[in-house]
T-cell receptor
Framework: AQKVTQAQTEISVVEKEDVTLDCVYE???????LFWYKQPPSGELVFLIR??????QNEISGRYSWNFQKSTSSFNFTITASQVVDSAVYFC?????????????FGTGTQLKVEL | DTEVTQTPKHLVMGMTNKKSLKCEQH?????MYWYKQKAKKPPELMFV???????INESVPSRFSPECPNSSLLNLHLHALQPEDSALYLC??????????????FGPGTRLTVL
């Protein structure tokens, strides 16, 4: 069965610190997709990145970077030089063949608090 | 336009009321979703519409009734709700459901309180 684990419930950092959010997944499929979403206090889930199972290249977008390692079934997310605006709940999600497609399995989320 | 809109933003209703939540997207997406999210929990899938047809119903109680009048609109009709139905209701859309690489774009949600 598919599963996503975000073991860090809450992380607090001081502004400008780097922070890594962990995500570990389980799936029996060889083709699958992984996503990260940000949910600020306003409630809307904001799509950050999609990664397919055949592309293990790490990705960097500004202060955000993602490390995908199939060997450890992990898809970790790093924010460099964190800012107060990064405070939000971050969800990692998996999409595989379950439910015929586009059924996202979410992790439980990590609450990130960035303080001045 | 890469936006999913939802109305109303907040809704308070009694257990005997009938109300509707509305969702709209103009991205040409052919799949639309309803999720329920309780505080400090991830979103839970309720319904999926693909090409205006209901494709997934996650065993949701019949007091929640979805409707997809056209490819841009999605409604959720509410009737005889219970206080435990109080939650954030999120709408999302994606290009389609033929393959599972399509990212879903979410609206801001409707925060529902049932008294």
């Amino acid at each position: 069965a598919q599963k996503v684990t975000q073991a860090q419930t809450e992380i607090s950092v001081v502004e400008k610190e780097d922070v890594t959010l962990d995500c570990v997944y389980e799936t029996r499929d060889t083709t699958y997709y992984l996503f990260w979403y940000k949910q600020p206090p306003s409630g809307e889930l904001v799509f950050l990145i999609r990664r397919n199972s055949f592309d293990e290249q790490n990705e960097i977008s500004g202060r955000y970077s993602w490390n995908f390692q199939k060997s450890t079934s992990s898809f970790n997310f790093t924010i460099t030089a964190s800012q107060v605006v990064d405070s939000a709940v971050y969800f990692c999600a998996l999409s595989d063949s379950t439910g015929g497609g586009n059924k996202l399995t979410f992790g439980t989320g990590t609450q990130l608090k960035v303080e001045l | 336009d890469t936006e999913v809109t939802q109305t109303p933003k907040h809704l308070v209703m009694g257990m005997t009321n009938k109300k509707s939540l509305k969702c709209e997207q103009h991205m040409g997406h052919r799949a639309m979703y309803w999720y329920k999210q309780k505080a400090k929990k991830p979103p839970e899938l309720m319904f999926v519409y693909s090409y205006e047809k209901l494709s997934i119903n996650e065993s949701v109680p019949s007091r929640f009734s979805p409707e997809c009048p056209n490819s841009s609109l999605l409604n959720l009709h509410l009737h005889a709700l219970q206080p435990e139905d109080s939650a954030l209701y999120l709408c999302a859309s994606s290009h389609g459901t033929e393959s599972y690489y399509n990212e879903q774009f979410f609206g801001p949600g409707t925060r529902l309180t049932v008294l």
